[in-house]
């Protein structure tokens, strides 16, 4: 399945933004890529930018929830941005969403 995960931090923010299907396959690198973004130097706040996501399941809900944890535990706050169709209405309907606002 076709996905794209990158992030960049600039001064005290960051985006990671994603694209393409977020399943079990696409859980670790998800989660790794939160992670990486959450440690690094600076940022205060970080945007996961949906846009571009078309499937998102339970596996890669939960890469999104530890790195929900992690980011509380280091002070930064993560919020979702741009989910759209079916993708937002699973984060919504599971609760996710509400944890990022």
């Known amino acids: 399945m076709d996905r794209d995960v990158s992030y960049r931090i600039a001064r005290d923010a960051g985006a990671v ?15 790794t890529t939160l992670l990486q973004a959450i440690d690094e130097d600076g940022a205060a706040a970080i945007v996961v930018d949906f846009g571009g ?5 339970s596996e890669a809900m ?3 929830i530890d790195g929900f944890v992690a980011g509380r535990a280091a002070g930064v706050k993560l919020s979702i ?3 759209h169709g079916l993708v937002h209405r699973v984060l919504e309907v599971s609760g996710v969403l509400e944890l990022f606002e």
């Open 17 to 31: 933004r994603l694209a393409g299907e977020f399943d079990i396959n696409a859980r670790d690198e998800l989660r």
């Open 53 to 57: 996501v078309t499937f998102l399941d």
């Open 62 to 64: 939960g890469a999104l």
């Open 81 to 83: 941005v741009n989910a």
